[in-house]
């Protein structure tokens, strides 16, 4: 069965320490798709990045990097920098394959973990 | 181009009654995927529809249902309201391109509908 991880529930930080949010997820699917998501209190899920299974390639965007490490399917996040409009929870999401053949993935996430960025 | 849309944004209800919650998908985009969320069970897949045809179902009762329509448009509806079924519906769009049957593109959400049921 799909499980994701995410061991953190809160993290609180003081604006421009680093932080990481871990993630750790199990699946039986060679072919998957990890996400990771940012809701702030509005409440809408905003898209951060998306990594497909076939690609351990990390990724920097400006203060985000991202580091995907399939032998220990792990895909953790970090926030350089932290700035007091990072605070949000972040959810870390599995996709996977559509089983139907047709139509999108259904995504599997995390519980979350609040991040609360101190000025 | 505008975001995923979900109207309305607040409602509340009794319990018994039933409720209609719609979502209007990116422009282009023919999957919609609605997803529920609460504090004590988090954020749990319900269902997703592509050329107005349910294609995949979480792990939910029947009281829960959806259709999409021909512009890709879709309605949940929760009959029999119960008290647990108080939280945050979203609904998420993607792209399955013309001539394509599958896509694993990203799944893009609304703001939600924060349905309370007293």
């Known amino acids: 069965a799909q499980k994701v991880t995410q061991a953190q529930t809160e993290i609180s930080v003081v604006e421009k320490e680093d932080v990481t949010l871990d993630c750790v997820y199990e699946?039986?699917?060679?072919?998957?798709?990890l996400f990771w998501y940012k809701q702030p209190p509005s409440g809408e899920l905003v898209f951060l990045i998306r990594?497909?299974?076939?690609?351990?390639q990390n990724e920097i965007s400006g203060r985000y990097s991202w580091n995907f490490q399939k032998s220990t399917s792990s895909f953790n996040f970090t926030i350089t920098a932290s700035q007091v409009v990072d605070s949000a929870v972040y959810f870390c999401?599995?996709?996977?394959?559509?089983?139907?053949?047709?139509?999108?993935?259904?995504?599997?996430f995390g519980k979350g973990t609040k991040l609360s960025v101190i000025p | 181009k505008a975001g995923v849309t979900q109207t309305p944004r607040y409602l509340i209800k009794t319990r018994g009654q039933q409720v209609t919650l719609s979502c209007s998908p990116i422009?282009?985009?023919?999957?919609v995927s609605w997803y529920q969320q609460t504090p004590g069970q988090g954020l749990q897949f319900l269902f997703e529809?592509?050329?107005?045809?349910?294609?995949n179902k979480g792990n939910f009762p029947g009281r829960f249902s959806g259709r999409q329509f021909s512009n890709s448009r879709s309605e949940m509806n929760v009959s029999t309201l119960e008290l647990g079924d108080s939280a945050l519906y979203l609904c998420?769009?993607?792209?399955?391109?013309?001539?394509?049957?599958?896509?694993?593109?990203?799944?893009?959400f609304g703001p939600g509908t924060r349905l309370t049921v007293l």
């Open positions: 998420a769009s993607s792209l399955v391109p013309s001539g394509s049957p599958s896509s694993t593109d990203t799944q893009y």
């Open positions: 699946t039986r699917d060679t072919t998957y798709y």
């Open positions: 990594r497909n299974s076939f690609d351990e």
């Open positions: 999401a599995l996709g996977d394959p559509p089983y139907s053949g047709a139509g999108s993935y259904q995504l599997t």
């Open positions: 422009s282009g985009h023919r999957s």
């Open positions: 529809y592509f050329s107005e045809t349910q294609r």
